[in-house]
């Protein structure tokens, strides 16, 4: 938790931690990530890699992965995204309640990678906003972990607006039905 | 295998000279019945691929290649046949597992197969204008509109061209520098050569 967060000293307010509601509802959220994976290529066994006993994702509260974008609250984009899988994506992630994030993990989803070609997507943040870019091809576990450590700064950071930027403007989140 | 009684059931047939295998151009009017006779009378009993062909400057300028495999006495045959048309007969009614190869041939280079049994496209979406393996397609790829229209409204996204086709992507700036990787092979912009 950052320190500014609250201030307290149990000699003089006892059992009693005066803070900001918003610190509070950012330090909750951030400590309890429901991630949704992603996962269209091969940086998704890298992110199975880090769900395991070895990395274990678990460690920093983001383990409850869910295979229903209804009950995620970040979507960890990992793998190439065409043409033809972008709309599924944005539909998903239309489908997650707000609040939500979106990482990009590794140099396809964040930019198109090396697929320069006619079915390649060349970047997911053409189609969602992305909070995190995790590069590597694929990145290592500990990449993801270190991209997910940065949400988490930034998710207590912010101050409860649902508005979010996307290709430079900052926009509500629409829902496509 | 036996190619004398190939040649002599379909005299049509020519016995081209493959260099691992051995190779018939056929007359895509008698394709299936030759798919059908090499399983049935010599013992082609797996089929290995199928493939669409565009062969550029002949004429016709596209075709479909199969390799057959006998299990029994594990050897190999591969059948060019040349469209008509841009059309060949189908032969997922005699070797089932074509179907998809036909779809995928048909999908990427607008080879059309007479009578088979779903022929939709397989990996580029169905409103896809173009036949993305010809030899005439960009790799980029060209501006159409994207797949779906209620996610472009929001999105303003449509599918373009890939830029910096052709990698690998080296920096020319030295170590360490900002500028972005430039691809080593610029052919794609058909301004420069080939490289």
Not at chain 1, 8 to 27: C, F, L, M, P, Q
Not at chain 1, 43 to 54: H, K, Q
């Amino acid at each position: 938790m950052v320190k500014s967060d609250f201030g307290y000293n149990s000699k003089i307010e006892g059992e009693v931690i005066v803070t900001r509601a918003d610190a509070v509802v950012n330090w909750v959220r951030s400590h309890s990530v429901w991630p949704m994976p992603m996962g269209l290529a091969c940086c998704a066994i890298e992110l199975m890699a880090a769900g395991g006993s070895r990395f274990d994702i678990s460690r920093f509260g983001m383990e409850v992965m869910r295979f229903s974008p209804r009950q995620a609250d970040c979507m960890i984009v990992s793998g190439t995204v065409t043409y033809k899988m972008a709309e599924v994506v944005r539909r998903i992630y239309d489908q997650m309640a707000e609040p939500k994030w979106v990482v990009a993990m590794g140099a396809c989803a964040s930019s198109g990678g090396m697929y320069r070609s006619y079915a390649t997507l060349q970047g997911v943040d053409n189609i969602v906003p992305v909070d995190i870019y995790i590069s590597g091809c694929p990145p290592r576990p500990e990449a993801l972990l270190d991209g997910m450590m940065l949400l988490q700064e930034k998710i207590r950071q912010e101050g409860g607006s649902l508005k979010r930027t996307f290709r430079g403007r900052t926009v509500d989140t629409k829902i496509v039905s | 295998m036996d190619v004398l009684a190939l040649t002599q059931k379909f005299p049509q047939t020519q016995n081209l000279a493959g260099q691992d295998m051995t190779t018939f151009a056929v007359n895509s009017s008698e394709l299936a019945d030759i798919v059908k006779y090499l399983r049935d009378e010599q013992g082609f009993d797996l089929l290995a691929d199928l493939c669409g062909m565009d062969w550029k400057d002949r004429t016709p300028q596209f075709g479909v290649v199969i390799h057959l495999l006998s299990t029994k006495n594990r050897e190999y045959v591969r059948l060019h046949a040349p469209c008509v048309d841009d059309t060949v007969p189908t032969i997922s009614d005699i070797h089932p597992g074509a179907n998809w190869h036909e779809r995928e041939a048909y999908d990427m280079f607008g080879i059309k197969f007479i009578g088979h049994p779903d022929p939709r496209r397989i990996l580029m979406w169905e409103a896809y204008p173009y036949h993305p393996l010809r030899k005439d397609f960009p790799l980029a790829g060209i501006e159409v509109p994207f797949p779906a229209a209620d996610v472009a409204a929001v999105t303003g996204q449509t599918v373009e061209p890939a830029p910096m086709m052709g990698g690998p992507f080296v920096s020319s700036g030295g170590l360490m520098s900002g500028a972005e990787p430039q691809a080593l092979d610029q052919s794609w912009n058909e301004e420069k050569p080939k490289s």
